[in-house]
Structure formats: C-alpha cells, structure tokens
C-alpha cells in the first residue's frame, strides 16, 4: 500500500486483567486509520519481546509499539536498547498496575492508549542499567519488591492491583532488614534497610506513591530512596506518615535525592525486582543511566 508507514505491533496475550472483545481488531484498524500497516507480533515466553525487536525493528519500520504489562515494556526496550532504535516507540499498558503508564499519564483503556500513540507528542526519556540488566523504572530490593513475580500470572489477572497487596501483606510478615552499603559518589550511605530502591517513576507497585514534583522522567537522573529499619511503632509510624505526605526529609530514616550513578554494596547475593520482574543481584551492584534513551509517544 504505497504511502503507508510500516508499525510492528508487539503483544502480550496473557497480560492484563481486562481482555475486551475485539481489542485488538479495533487498536490495528486504528493504526489502519492513521495511515500505518501493522505487523502484529504475540510472545509466547519471555525474551520474546526482546527478539522480535531485534530481528523485525529494521529501517523500514516507522514505530514500535507494544501492549502488555511492566514487564513486557522492560523486554521491549531492551530489544529499542540493544538495536539503538531511534524512531518512535508507543506503549498500551495492559498489566495489572502499569506503574510508568500511570506515571506518563497514559488511558487505561486499550483503545484510547492505541489513539493516544497516534496523536500523542514524542517525549524523550531514560533509562536505567543496573548491573548488565537494562530496567526502566525500578531496580529495588526489600519490603514489598518480590510480590510482583512472586504473585502467580492467573492471581494478578483475575484479581488485578489486590494482588499485590494481598501479596505484600504476606511479605511484611517475614521480612528481615539486610545491612547494604550505597555509594553515591557525592556520599556514602550505611544502616539496616527495609527498602532501597532507585526509581524513575510517581507510583511503586501502586502501592507507594512518590513526589511527582521533584521527579522527571526525562531530566537524566533516577531517584534513590532508601528506608532504614524502625525500631519501635514511633518511628514506623514516622516513616509511613513521611511517606504518604511526601514530606521525606521530615523523616531522618528516610533517605530520597537524584543520582545518575551509584554501587550498592549487599552482604549477599539476591533476588531484585527490575519493574516488577525477578532480577539477580550481585555482592557489588552498580546502576548507571542511560539519558534520552527511547523516544516515547505519549
């Protein structure tokens, strides 16, 4: 079809809690409307996204697009990552809490998401690496960071966002402070720690929202926050009402600034979630940015 514009359109059928009928029937014909052909690519496992990048993202593609949860935009952008794709990458989120689309304000619904891509401006933003392993929003570990791929697939979809909540209300119960070691390179954290976790992003697991006023997901820095372990219900309670204000410096066991790089020292290797996915961590860890790394649609 001479004139047309060439889009791959990548698709996690197993993500999400709403699966309408005709989704996407009605999001490629909108693509159709736009002017663009679109070839449509589902996973099957994971990597999949990955590969379908690197193998289909050529010159005579116009735009990339993919539709799942956090962790299958992870998988795509490290394919848009590993293959230097400059061009315009859309997301429609289809997870069950989708943290970064809510965070650059994307429709929840797969239709207007889909509209959202073809009239939305290109912003240019960043990403992360924290060790060999490229993340997008969140690298963390402690309280709450294993609900998300600990919580089976078919639980978040039927029961969505409660999922993790019902997930991390479990955890709190058997969770142990790690002392960890963080070196900023401006300075030099040491204590016991509940949650460390570096973040480009307003919400955690939609549980923990953050200061979206001091954070932008283009201004090349992450955000590190770092909670101390309480000792008694006085400085629980400090911490959890610092927390929901967003008032961190009110709380001396909270620690929140920007950094662009960092080495986390931890006693042990671990288990980290890198946007909601398991990630391995290392006895030295070392985060590094990646500015103006894709150029999002939204």
């Not at 009239?119 to 294993?146: E, I, P, Q, W």
């Not at 969770?175 to 460390?196: A, C, H, R, S, W």
């Not at 950094?259 to 006895?283: A, F, M, Q, V």
Request: proline share 4%; charged share 20%.
């Amino acid at each position: 079809m001479s004139g047309f514009k060439r889009l791959i359109f990548i698709i996690n059928p197993n993500a999400g809690v709403h699966k309408k009928e005709g989704v996407f029937t009605g999001i490629v014909n909108m693509f159709f409307d736009y002017g663009y052909t679109t070839t449509v690519l589902f996973t099957r496992k994971a990597g999949d996204a990955t590969e379908f990048v690197e193998k289909f993202a050529t010159s005579s593609v116009d735009l990339i697009v993919c539709m799942g949860g956090d962790g299958t935009l992870n998988e795509t952008l490290r394919g848009v990552n590993n293959v230097k794709w400059r061009k315009p990458f859309g997301y429609i989120p289809a997870g069950s809490t989708n943290d970064y689309a809510s965070s650059l304000g994307l429709p929840t619904d797969p239709i207007e998401a889909a509209k959202r891509i073809m009239t939305g401006k290109v912003r240019s933003l960043d990403l992360g690496m924290f060790n060999d392993s490229l993340f997008v929003y969140t690298a963390c570990v402690g309280l709450f960071t294993n609900t998300s791929y600990e919580t089976p697939q078919k639980v978040k979809n039927i029961i969505g966002h409660l999922a993790y909540v019902l997930e991390g209300m479990k955890d709190m119960t058997q969770f142990k402070p790690v002392y960890v070691k963080i070196d900023t390179g401006e300075q030099v954290l040491e204590d016991n720690y509940i949650y460390v976790g570096i973040c480009n992003t307003y919400s955690l697991g939609g549980v923990m929202k953050l200061d979206d006023s001091a954070i932008d997901l283009g201004d090349g820095a992450y955000e590190l926050l770092a909670i101390s372990m309480p000792r008694d219900i006085f400085q629980t309670t400090n911490i959890i009402t610092a927390l929901l204000t967003q008032k961190y410096e009110t709380c001396n066991l909270i620690h929140f600034s920007k950094i662009t790089h960092c080495e986390i020292y931890y006693p042990r290797p671990g288990d980290w979630s890198l946007d909601g996915e398991r990630g391995k961590g290392k006895e030295k860890n070392v985060f590094d940015i990646i500015p103006d790394a894709v150029n999002f649609l939204c």
